[in-house]
């Protein structure tokens, strides 16, 4: 493995700082949202439903979101 | 901007490409739902983020209108699809048919509006060009696709 040193840590540490920062709350929410989704427990039934249900929460928030903003501009 | 892109790009790839599970081999089954969910989370940012930058004024509502019925079809779509499969795998089996038309039917208009043009604006909530998510969104229906054929064992 490659080693690096601490100049290299702190180099490393600013790029991931700078770009969290430079993606925004909504891009790092997404990727929490979907990292969250893609760590399995180890009970298959309980995976398959917890990722149904988090699939038909999304489907519903876009839906609503959709059905909200046609309203809004008379479509 | 390109640096914000690639971060988002490396972000989804790693994820979608890395399933963990914290004891044995990730199942089939398993895989399908997950990859559907993402389809499915990765679709609601696209529809808030259209919404968002029409209301900002980047685009009219003429220009979102298509975009948010592609969005309300995916997630119309991917709702019947989950209904099938939460009545058990060999319910899914017996109506694999009407499972792979859905994908294919997200897919092709997916296409079909990308194709359209007028889509390379931001989405502020992914900050990637909306060619990019919708193109996410299709490439995740064909990996769902693939898997749901691998499940059933064709």
């Known amino acids: ?75 | 901007m390109r640096r914000r892109v690639a971060l988002v790009i490396v972000l989804t790839v790693f994820t979608v490409a890395c399933i963990h599970k914290q004891s044995g081999p990730v199942s089939p089954w398993e895989r399908v739902n997950v990859n559907l969910a993402a389809l499915a989370q990765i679709n609601a940012d696209v529809a808030k983020g259209i919404i968002a930058v029409q209301q900002m004024g980047s685009i009219t509502s003429q220009q979102a209108a298509p975009i948010l019925n592609y969005q309300e079809l995916v997630a119309k779509d991917h709702m019947a699809i989950e209904n099938i499969l939460a009545a058990g795998s060999a319910q899914a089996v017996n109506q694999s048919a009407q499972i792979e038309a859905l994908l294919n039917e997200i897919k092709n208009q997916g296409t079909a509006l990308i194709q359209s043009g007028g889509l390379g604006i931001k989405n502020p909530k992914s900050q990637q060009t909306f060619t990019q998510d919708l193109q996410g969104i299709i490439n995740l229906a064909q990996v769902v696709l693939t898997d749901y054929q691998l499940a059933e064992g064709k």
Do not use: S
Request: charged share 15%; aromatic share 4%.
């Open chain 1, 1 to 75: 493995m490659a080693k690096i040193d601490a100049q290299g840590i702190a180099l490393l540490i600013g790029q991931l700082l700078g770009d969290i920062t430079a993606v925004g709350p909504a891009g790092i929410e997404l990727f929490l949202k979907l990292q969250a989704l893609f760590n399995l427990g180890p009970d298959e039934q309980a995976n398959v439903a917890a990722a149904i249900k988090a699939g038909l929460a999304a489907d519903e928030e876009t839906i609503a979101a959709v059905e909200a903003w046609k309203q809004q501009v008379g479509l």
